[in-house]
């Protein structure tokens, strides 16, 4: 039986003072993962600390594989960028990209030149290093766009929880990033976002659970966790008209491939 992969979730995020805490949880949270069917995930560093936790956490044995990224999001703009640079080049064999880092202008808990400078930074750094890389956007897809044709857009490159239109979606993958898709598409005011799935190609879709954030119907309100990316995408499927075999198939492949996973 082939099993789902979770693109993007934050196993580390509630549980920053508390090592063994983070492995006990971490542990149980990934054996109901694997009953559910998922067995890669990866996980995202915000901000230095998370991004340790995200590597250290890929030490951890069981039946599903654990990747890492290490990354300044945009609300953690201000914040030196030196501790992930070191990280990102010192290498790991468990790091896998660059992010989440972007714009977010729906908060702006950075100044917006500030996000700028970390986003455009990180983006280097994927290129420099041959890395993935993983972007945020909230409400900041023009400056999004003009930053990625500043810079150039990494060859594998993914805008993670897609929350935008259509159009916004079209010109993403004009650009050469992939889409991941969160379980806000099961909110019931995500219609705009419903419609941008359906225009998205099967080759360049990404399913994740954002977890612990996010949890989608009928979950929403429960702390999520990587075993609910089987409802993201089979919402998805049933969304696109798309059997659950096939999307399952393809964004399993379409995620190593952005990540450069070991085929399995």
């Not at 509630?14 to 996980?43: I, N, P, Q, Y």
């Not at 999520?224 to 492949?253: H, I, K, Q, W, Y």
Request: hydrophobic share 40%.
């Amino acid at each position: 039986m082939s099993h789902w992969t979770d693109a993007h979730c934050h196993l580390q995020e509630r549980f920053l003072s508390d090592d063994e805490k983070v492995a006990a949880d971490v542990d149980e949270t990934l054996a109901r993962a694997f009953d559910g069917g998922v067995d890669r995930v990866v996980v995202i560093g915000t901000d230095a600390q998370t991004s340790r936790e995200a590597l250290a956490i890929t030490a951890l044995e069981g039946p599903v594989e654990i990747y890492a990224t290490v990354g300044l999001h945009p609300h953690e703009a201000t914040h030196d960028l030196g501790p992930i640079l070191e990280m990102a080049r010192e290498g790991h064999p468990r790091l896998v990209g660059i992010g989440e880092c972007g714009l977010d202008y729906y908060y702006e808990h950075s100044p917006r030149e500030a996000q700028r400078q970390a986003f455009s930074a990180q983006i280097g750094l994927a290129h420099e290093l041959d890395l993935a890389l993983v972007i945020h956007a909230r409400d900041a897809f023009g400056d999004l766009f003009h930053v990625l044709r500043s810079e150039g857009v990494p060859a594998r490159t993914v805008v993670h929880c897609f929350t935008g239109n259509t159009d916004e979606a079209l010109e993403c993958l004009e650009l050469g990033c992939d889409i991941s898709i969160s379980g806000v598409v099961t909110f019931k005011n995500a219609e705009s976002l419903r419609e941008a799935v359906r225009v998205v190609p099967i080759g360049r879709l990404h399913v994740e659970t954002d977890s612990p954030f996010l949890a989608p119907v009928p979950y929403r309100g429960r702390t999520n966790e990587p075993a609910f990316v089987t409802v993201v995408g089979e919402f998805v499927a049933e969304l696109r008209g798309d059997s659950f075999t096939a999307l399952r198939e393809a964004t399993v492949a379409n995620t190593a491939r952005l990540f450069k996973l070991p085929a399995r």
